[in-house]
Every structure is written in structure tokens, then in C-alpha cells.
């Protein structure tokens, strides 16, 4: 049973806007600390941007920065990617995790403990 699951990918041109939607199970939702990652093909994942539980910090790639903001609501299990001004670049497989530690910024995805099975964002040119 999926405990992770995205949604809100699709096929948008540069400059376009995007939301993604993790809902996970609410056992591990309370988990911690949560993440979006993205991987281009033949690559390994890469980070995108990272909130804490409680939301009071947030962290973002450098390539992503002032284009996209991850937020999360903790009523709903959910967390999101807001993806605006998107470039060809952003073209990806965009994966939603979770880490077990609260309150805490987490950037390698090898300390991540849960992943959902991710969903394809293509901006064409």
C-alpha cells in the first residue's frame, strides 16, 4: 500500500506554472521533516526544496529559488510544490519523501525514509 503519493504533474510551456501534491498516510505524515526531489534521466535525485513539520523552515536548490514554494498542510497530510516560471530545465521526475527527524533541514536524499512514486513535470520550449 502506497503510503506517498504525488500528483499534479502534466506537460506545460516555459514560463508556466505547476502545483504538486503529496498525500501521505497520516502515521507517517507526523513523521518529520518532508522534501521534493527530482531526477533527470540516467541521474541521480536531486534536491529541490525541504519544509520541517512544524513549516518554521523551508530550504531550496539554488536553481529553484524565488520560482517555487513547497508548503505543507498537516490537516490534510499533505504537501505541495508550487512551481511557477518553469523552465525547460525543470524537466523531471519530481519525487515527495519523508525523514523521520523533526524540526530538522535535511538535503541528501539517502537519510529520507519513505518516497512516493513520482510524478513527470515536462515544460516545453
Known amino acids: 500500500q502506497a503510503q506517498l503519493v504525488e500528483s499534479g504533474g502534466g506537460l506545460v510551456q516555459t514560463g508556466g506554472s505547476l502545483r504538486l501534491s503529496c498525500v501521505a498516510s497520516e502515521r507517517i505524515f507526523s513523521s518529520g521533516t518532508m522534501a521534493w526531489f527530482r531526477q533527470y534521466p540516467g541521474k541521480e535525485r536531486e534536491f529541490v526544496a525541504t519544509m520541517t513539520w512544524s513549516g518554521g523552515a523551508t530550504h531550496y536548490a539554488d536553481s529553484v529559488k524565488g520560482r517555487f514554494a513547497i508548503s505543507r498542510d498537516n490537516a490534510k497530510n499533505t504537501l505541495y510544490l508550487q512551481m511557477n516560471s518553469l523552465k525547460p530545465e525543470d524537466t523531471a521526475v519530481y519525487y515527495c519523501?519523508?525523514?523521520?527527524?523533526?524540526?530538522?533541514?535535511?538535503?541528501?536524499?539517502?537519510?529520507?525514509?519513505?518516497w512516493g512514486q513520482g510524478t513527470q513535470v515536462t515544460v516545453s520550449s
Open positions: 519523501a519523508i525523514v523521520r527527524k523533526f524540526n530538522t533541514i535535511v538535503v541528501l536524499s539517502s537519510e529520507y525514509d519513505y
